[in-house]
């Protein structure tokens, strides 16, 4: 079978390699169609992103390696010993890391921060391949309902459900989301969804806010055009939003706002409101 493997930075290639088996725990998988995320393309291109360390020691370690891929849409196609969430045929998407189960946030019952978690496509094979192997409880079962471009996309939204979900949005907040790129568009959907009042949606280009619109966003504000800190205090009647997502922050080297939006966030949240940041700041 054909698999994409990695030398170094932006260099893979397609090669033969042999076909993976399922350990214990673990499944095969036939990719019927991935997405590659933003951050695997600056991963690829040896931008100093979230695991640019990790995967840069891995490297130097072994190489190549079969790295990234870890939106996608796939069947299972041989199932190891002792899996029971998933069966053979099943159409499945990945839904998260393995946990590493013993340090204080595992143990307390918050998973989702663990530090030591496996990730799928760095710390195991990646889906750049006709078939590859990953540990099962990190995919979920999905109905066939669910086409393969959706599948794919319900990777960054489990996230940004987790992260919608840490915020506790109560029922009509004002919530604003800074970036309309891919998860702030999910933000912003999500937020809609969990009951907030109004949301607003803010970035630089028209033509994703009108998208946003479609979506769901209430009010858009393009920062090119007005001060988004001056129109939010305005719809707010002076009070500040009840949370902000900042969704646009990131190095300005890559295109992103630096810390400059995640100031502007803070300037715009209310007295004890809530402020998440999505973005990475390096
Ligand atoms: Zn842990």
């Known amino acids: 079978m054909k698999a994409w493997l990695s030398y170094d930075f932006n260099d893979m290639r397609m090669e033969d390699v042999p076909m993976p088996h399922a350990?214990?725990?673990?499944?095969?998988?036939?990719?019927?169609?991935?997405?590659?995320?933003?951050?695997?393309?600056?991963?690829?291109?040896?931008?100093p992103v979230s695991s640019h360390a990790n995967i840069?020691?891995?490297?130097?370690?072994?190489?190549?390696?079969?790295?990234?891929?870890?939106?996608?849409?796939?069947e299972v196609v041989e199932v190891g010993r002792g899996v029971t969430n998933v069966r053979l045929g099943d159409h499945v998407f990945y839904h998260r890391g393995v946990p590493c189960g013993t340090c204080k946030y595992c143990t307390a019952g918050y998973p989702q921060y663990c530090r030591s978690c496996i990730n799928v496509a760095e710390d195991t094979p990646g889906c750049l391949a006709e078939f590859f192997a990953i540990p099962s409880s990190t995919i979920v079962a999905i109905p066939d309902a669910i086409t393969d471009m959706e599948a794919c996309a319900m990777q960054p939204l489990v996230s940004i459900m987790g992260t919608v979900e840490a915020a506790r949005i109560e029922m009509?907040?004002?919530?604003?989301?800074?970036?309309?790129?891919?998860?702030?568009?999910?933000?912003?959907q999500v937020a809609r969804t969990v009951g907030a009042g109004k949301?607003?949606?803010?970035?630089?280009?028209?033509?994703?806010?009108?998208?946003?619109?479609?979506?769901?966003?209430?009010?858009?504000?393009?920062?090119?055009?007005?001060?988004?800190?001056?129109?939010?205090?305005?719809?707010?009647?002076?009070?500040?939003?009840?949370?902000?997502?900042?969704?646009?922050?990131?190095?300005?080297?890559?295109?992103?706002?630096?810390?400059?939006?995640?100031?502007?966030?803070?300037?715009?949240?209310?007295?004890?409101?809530?402020?998440?940041?999505?973005?990475?700041?390096?």
């Open 172 to 188: 009509g907040d004002t919530v604003v989301v800074i970036g309309q790129g891919p998860m702030g568009l999910d933000c912003m």
């Open 199 to 282: 949301v607003i949606a803010i970035a630089r280009r028209n033509e994703v806010l009108s998208l946003s619109k479609r979506l769901g966003a209430d009010i858009t504000i393009n920062t090119t055009e007005i001060d988004p800190v001056a129109a939010v205090m305005d719809i707010t009647r002076g009070l500040g939003a009840d949370v902000v997502f900042e969704c646009a922050g990131g190095a300005k080297e890559q295109g992103h706002s630096g810390t400059d939006t995640m100031m502007q966030g803070l300037d715009m949240l209310r007295n004890e409101g809530k402020f998440v940041e999505i973005g990475y700041l390096p």
């Open 56 to 74: 840069k020691r891995m490297l130097a370690e072994k190489r190549p390696l079969q790295l990234w891929g870890h939106e996608f849409s796939g």
């Open 23 to 47: 350990e214990p725990g673990w499944v095969v998988v036939k990719v019927r169609m991935l997405e590659l995320s933003v951050t695997e393309v600056a991963e690829f291109r040896g931008l």
